[in-house]
């Protein structure tokens, strides 16, 4: 008796709801509901290749960075400056209970450092673009001239009493970024005289540049150094990539950088005062007066670092088209162009007034991720804008064909074609503009919206699809 009652009460109640559930999950309400579950859905493979993306980058830096590590690094250069060893000598007197008054001689060792009166820098580099598999990297390689003169007088004179310095072991030091890149030694001639470098920086590199001080570099023993004017004439064949930085280190610095590479970028604390870049070449001037930066003339050094990293200048050979920022770039902006075919089926299914199965919008929705899959591997092999041109091109052609075969004519289903190639022109707007992305892409969801309010502004929420 009892079961009969329960099944009795089940049929009822299923009588009852199942009207109602027919007609809320046939509603446009259920349908936009459906549609936001299915874009967060979605959210998991876009997110899978922003990480495929990063980690393409990764491995492009690494690939880079193992080229770089063989060939001698980015050039950072910070010299060239006298040392000069010298002893502080104090007396310190003490009275102690025991042994009453004590006088005690302590000499502490430091080191006179000089920087150069004049410096004149002329590098002339040519370029070549090394790879490894698909990944490459810009290396250079030319002359490094260095030119200029030295007057200790101001720096002597300032000695305190009890501090003496030893002329005899002065040396020239140049401190760079790393040691592989010096290929030899074409002049080094001090006051007429040749001198004979070593490598090193015995410890005063000057800079860190965002990593570890570097102990690359070459020191010479100055002969007959004596206190008084002398001029320096260095030249050095060097070889690195992806940048030069140079440490105006010299009362007044002059520094010429010249190349065959046709996109270069200045970067640092000092932009040059002249520049011409063409299609094949460019140069570059920059004057510096030692008031500008906050190095000084000479300082004595107690074994206490110096980092001058912030004054740092010169050029990065810098890539017109970097892939792997672009994809990046793109990817940020891909949960909106995946709401437009979304939207843009939606409206057609509205006014076609032919039911479509929740699949078909999760496989377009799909169909417009994987265009974000087959730009980043087409962009490894070929250039990014023509990689750009076939995806986009592919997965409009496909949203196409696919919107057809749901729709019952070609009346409405190619305003999926149409608004599928006007997202990518979109996109590609937004790629070709990184300073106007945010307002190019505020305004194109703005006319998105206010385009979806227009066409459903008299649309039956509560109502049904047919």
Known sequence: M??????????????VKHPFLKKYTQGYTFKVLMLVVLILLLLIPLNM???LVNERGRTAASAESDIMEAWGKQLIEAGPVITIPGIKTETVHTKTEKEGEKIETIKTPFTLMISPRGLDINAVFKTEVRKRGIFSVPLFSGTFNLRGSFDPSMAISELLPNEEIFLGQAELIIALSSQKGIRKINKSNWD?????????????????????KSGGGIYAVLPRFENKEASFNISIDIQGGQLIRVLPIGQDTHVSISSDWSSPSFQGAFLPGESNITDTEFSALWDISYLSRDIPLFLKNYNHDYD???????????????????????????????????????LLEIFTRHRIHPAPYLLSGIGNAVFYLLL????????????????????????????????????????MGLVVTISYILLYAVLNAESYALLIGSIGTFVVIALVMFLTRKLDWYGNEG
């Open 2 to 15: 009892t079961h009969h009652f329960f099944d009795f009460m089940i049929v009822n109640m299923e009588n």
């Open 49 to 51: 290749i922003r990480g």
């Open 192 to 212: 007429n005289e040749e001198l004979f470098f070593q490598p090193g920086n015995r410890g005063y590199s000057l800079f860190s540049h965002g990593y570890n």
């Open 308 to 346: 001058y990293s912030d004054s740092l200048f010169g050029v990065n050979f810098f890539r017109t088209i970097d892939t792997y920022a672009l994809n990046t770039r793109a990817v940020k902006y891909a949960i909106l162009f995946l709401i437009v075919p979304f939207l843009t089926l939606f």
């Open 376 to 415: 980043l591997s087409l962009s490894e092999q070929i250039p990014f804008y023509t990689a750009y041109l076939i995806a986009a091109l592919a997965v409009t052609a496909m949203m196409t064909l696919y919107s057809r075969s749901l729709l019952p004519s070609w009346n409405k289903s190619w305003y």
